[in-house]
T-cell receptor, first 114, second 113 residues
């Protein structure tokens, strides 16, 4: 597509429920990233997919967080048993590699856990 | 490990005045450097980037940044601020074209009429 698409744009969930956040990257971008943005905390790296390689999960804050990328395209970030501290904006970005490296971000999903 | 420091979480300038947003980084290899802008309730948009070559990089909306290796800096400037420049600005570093960006905590720019 023309840009990175994220859905839903807003999600309110009850504490303890599971949520799924979706990211549809730019066609042809082999790299896909998830970040979390909390007020005053900047952007926190969560997970990185590059082509068919094993994902870099080093930023996931706990085992309640997981992500997958199907067919090298769409990605889903899943948060199990949500907690209030999970409330944040979750941003997805995709990128070409090499000299064209540079993220294109989606508009994000604002997650509120009540 | 890479890191980015943005000096000043909030910068306020008058309309027409010089904009200077500071960014210092640490990296064990020649870095890739980026500035992103985030307008309220929107995602991040690329302003400019440095990968190799000319150290003075020009971006969108009249912004530019200069890579100074000796100072490990990549400060963002614009000669004359507009009201529409009010936003959050993020500096970021990567060690290659294949690793995740590390972002600074951001600087919120306010422009006063």
């Amino acid at each position: 597509g023309a840009g990175v698409s994220q859905s839903p744009s807003n999600k309110v969930t009850e504490k303890g429920k599971d949520v799924e956040l979706r990211c549809d990257p730019i066609s042809g971008h082999t790299a896909l990233y998830w970040y979390r943005q909390s007020l005053g905390q900047g952007l926190e790296f969560l997970i990185y997919f590059q082509g068919n390689s094993a994902p870099d999960k080093s930023g996931l804050p706990s085992d309640r967080f997981s992500a997958e990328r199907t067919g090298g395209s769409v990605s889903t970030l899943t948060i199990q048993r949500t907690q209030q501290e999970d409330s944040a904006v979750y941003l997805c970005a995709s990128s070409a590699t090499g000299r064209n490296y540079g993220y294109t971000f989606g508009s994000g999903t604002r997650l509120t856990v009540v | 490990a890479q890191s980015v420091t943005q000096l000043g979480s909030h910068v306020s300038v008058s309309e027409g005045a010089l904009v200077l947003l500071r960014c210092n980084y640490s990296s064990s290899v020649p870095p890739y450097l980026f500035w992103y802008v985030q307008y309220p309730n929107q995602g991040l948009q690329l302003l400019l980037k440095y990968t190799t070559g000319a150290t003075l990089v020009k971006g969108i909306n009249g912004f530019e940044a200069e890579f100074k290796k000796s100072e490990t800096s990549f400060h963002l400037t614009k000669p004359s601020a507009h009201m529409s420049d009010a936003a959050e600005y993020f500096c970021a570093v990567s060690e290659s074209g294949n690793t995740p960006l590390v972002f600074g905590k951001g600087t919120r720019l306010s422009v006063i009429a």
